[in-house]
């Protein structure tokens, strides 16, 4: 049988270097994800096309020219319900800008713009003969916008939790170090970070400031100039908000790094909203930090399913069976980690959430994504 793997061998350079549309991006992707599929299959047209990179419209070409067996693992959503609701009720963002939100009539043409994409982005999506997601998130707005697809089964992403519970909890005791994880994209909301960690140092009348040990670090990789720019104003922001001398960049490094950052830190911080799963604050887990994450996605409904009710007010599990921090606003991840290194990270209570935390990573791990898949693929149609 010939699956299409590797396919990229055969593809010119030029595919790669187009310039970025800086306007109608959605569509100029998906043209150009058609063009290359075509591209591809007329080099070779395998008996299975199996896309992993959410590109539904080259289903299209696939099945209904080339006349392939497709299957899908979609990490993210080209468009979802709340990428609509956020235009409905225009609210600012990063990929929906003051001068959009500000003007009712732009809104709405932006929206109906997204509506008519939706529908023929399920219309593609439903074409393909297996579906497996990510993630419980990504499941709910796939099912809702590929409405004519059959079964959606979910896998979540490997992640080497494995070789990350090697990492000692308690020797050496880990430092007041609050661990980021993250490509500096605008949808990461690093100022959210920077603004709790301002928060942080003053609140309590400046405790966790006076004590001198409590730092942030921001790590992650540049794709380009645009990312680098970013960076250069979250420091300006730092300098701003004087914690410039508390947090620091740790920008493309290898992995060896981030492995060392992850053996000493006793917190992790995620404020991405709607991630669609969050492999970063995996990795935190397994390797031992008291994660605070963002109440919402992959986070919320997969990841931490049991989030600590003391930062909540109540609204949670005691410590003794929690496996880290939910948070939304700059004071409610500022408090979460407050409450934390306030206990100390060799405390009964928050050693008690870093094991159950480690525990509960290991259903992440690669053994287990293998397991799944493998189960899902010799079960489906798709190989036969």
Same mark, same amino acid.
């Given at each position: #049988? ?159 939790? *494995? ?39 003053? #609140?309590?009348?400046?405790? #966790? ?5 409590? *730092? ?12 680098? +720019? ?121 050693? *008690? ?21 493998? +189960? ?9």
């Amino acid at each position: #049988m010939k699956l299409l793997i590797a396919m990229t061998l055969a593809i010119p350079p030029s595919f790669f270097r187009k310039e970025k549309s800086k306007r109608w991006t959605m569509i100029a992707e998906s043209w150009g994800t058609i063009q290359l599929a075509w591209y591809a299959l007329q080099k070779r047209t395998p008996h299975v096309f199996f896309d992993t990179t959410g590109c539904a419209f080259t289903f299209l070409v696939a099945k209904v020219l080339a006349g392939c067996k497709v299957g899908a693992y979609v990490h993210y959503p080209t468009i979802s319900t709340d990428m609509l609701s956020l235009v409905w009720e225009r609210r600012p963002s990063y990929n929906n800008n003051t001068s959009i939100s500000t003007n009712p009539i732009i809104t709405y043409a932006k929206l109906l713009y997204y509506t008519f994409f939706a529908i023929a982005y399920g219309l593609t999506g439903s074409l393909a003969d297996l579906i497996i997601v990510n993630s419980s998130w990504t499941k709910g707005h796939i099912q809702y916008l590929w409405r004519l697809a059959g079964d959606i089964h979910v896998v979540f992403p490997p992640v080497d939790t *494995k070789s990350l519970e090697q990492l000692s909890l308690t020797h050496p005791p880990r430092d007041n170090l609050i661990l980021s994880i993250g490509q500096f994209r605008p949808e990461k909301d690093h100022t959210l970070q920077l603004k709790a960690f301002a928060l942080l140092l003053e #609140m309590h009348n400046g405790e #966790m400031r006076t004590r001198g040990d409590v *730092k942030l670090l921001l790590i992650g990789s540049c794709r380009d100039d645009d990312d680098r +720019e970013r960076v250069d104003r979250l420091q300006a922001l730092a300098r701003e908000w004087n914690i410039s001398d508390s947090v620091k960049f740790v920008l493309n490094q290898p992995h060896s790094v981030l492995r060392e950052y992850l053996s000493r830190a006793s917190v992790g911080i995620h404020t991405m909203w709607n991630e669609h799963f969050g492999i970063g604050l995996v990795e935190m887990m397994a390797a031992g930090l008291v994660t605070v994450a963002h109440d919402s996605g992959g986070p919320k409904a997969d990841i931490i399913q049991s989030p600590w009710n003391v930062p909540r007010g109540g609204d949670g599990v005691s410590g003794d069976q929690s496996t880290g921090c939910l948070a939304t606003t700059a004071e409610e991840y500022a408090n979460a980690i407050y409450e934390i290194i306030k206990r100390g990270s060799s405390s009964r209570e928050i050693l *008690k959430m870093r094991e159950n935390g480690r525990k509960s990573a290991e259903r992440f791990s690669d053994e287990v994504f293998v397991k799944s898949l493998k +189960e899902i693929l010799l079960a489906s149609s798709l190989l036969t």
